[in-house]
């Protein structure tokens, strides 16, 4: 039975906005760190490691934390659902599952970008997509991308084979850790998926935990050499699917 999360961040911002977003973050959770039931650690990391690295790194040092599970987020996300902590331990407790997140995917093609259709083109309307990522735009106003279509009904949780890296929570009692081959800032979810899915693991989506996320990713040059890098490594068990 899990009654602790661990929420693990890696971060070039300053002690203050730790300050300021840890305490946001217990705000909402709807766990109490006085009775033991959450924990904290933000890894500063001014690009000296890459986020495989940082990860289990944080991962190291929560170890000693039973009974935990493992929630991996961006700094520069807020929780619009209150009480996530106890509504994600009450999917962990009462189902099969090893790694839970807010969007992903239950088809991840040969190019292995999660929410592009075959030929490598935005696809937010596959019937492969499934969750909600809210963001904010330039004027800081919300807008949702629902990879929900109308069409489709999401489970309270949706089997996927990867998950969007934004939120990440997991059993480190069942999970293998991220891969370090893996390096800088970007496949570090979707190779951490891939691995534990070829192991064996349960992948899931859920939409009820919503956050937003106040900034969006960029496809740029290293962006695509960490894609090259991802698919030659894993190109033995691409195309990866829910069977």
């Known amino acids: 039975?899990?009654?602790?999360?661990?929420?693990?961040?890696?971060?070039?911002?300053?002690?203050?906005?730790?300050?300021?977003?840890?305490?946001?973050l217990l705000?909402?959770?709807?766990?109490?760190?006085?009775k033991d039931e959450v924990a904290i650690i933000p890894y500063e990391n001014d690009a000296e490691l890459s986020l495989t690295e940082a990860y289990n790194d944080i991962w190291e040092c929560a170890s000693t934390f039973k009974d935990a599970i493992f929630?991996?987020?961006?700094?520069?996300?807020?929780?619009?659902s209150k009480d996530w902590g106890r509504t994600l331990l009450d999917?962990?407790?009462g189902n099969d599952v090893d790694i839970i997140g807010i969007a992903g995917t239950q088809m991840l093609y040969p190019h292995g970008t999660w929410p592009f259709d075959k030929n490598f083109k935005p696809d937010i309307k596959s019937k492969n997509l499934w969750g909600k990522i809210w963001h904010l735009n330039d004027k800081g106003e919300e807008y949702l991308c629902n990879y929900?279509?109308?069409?489709?009904?999401?489970?309270?949780l949706q089997p996927v084979v990867a998950v969007d890296g934004v939120f990440i929570?997991?059993?480190p009692d069942t999970c293998s850790e991220f891969d370090e081959d893996c390096d800088g800032f970007h496949f570090y979810d979707i190779s951490f998926c891939v691995k534990n899915h070829l192991e064996g693991r349960r992948i899931a989506v859920t939409e009820t935990i919503q956050?937003?996320?106040?900034s969006v990713g960029d496809i740029?040059?290293?962006?695509?050499?960490?894609?090259?890098?991802?698919?030659?490594?894993?190109?033995?068990?691409?195309?990866?699917?829910?069977?």
């Not at 705000?27 to 006085?34: H, M, R, T, V, Y």
């Not at 740029?220 to 069977?243: A, G, M």
């Open 91 to 93: 999917l962990f407790n």
């Open 148 to 156: 929900t279509t109308a069409a489709k009904t999401c489970k309270k």
């Open 1 to 24: 039975m899990k009654n602790k999360i661990v929420i693990g961040y890696s971060t070039n911002r300053s002690k203050s906005f730790q300050k300021e977003f840890n305490a946001e």
């Open 169 to 171: 929570a997991f059993d």
């Open 27 to 34: 705000a909402s959770i709807g766990l109490s760190s006085e």
């Open 220 to 243: 740029t040059d290293v962006w695509e050499q960490s894609r090259v890098n991802f698919c030659e490594k894993y190109r033995p068990h691409l195309p990866c699917s829910i069977k």
């Open 71 to 80: 929630v991996f987020i961006h700094h520069d996300i807020y929780f619009k």
């Open 211 to 214: 956050i937003c996320h106040e």
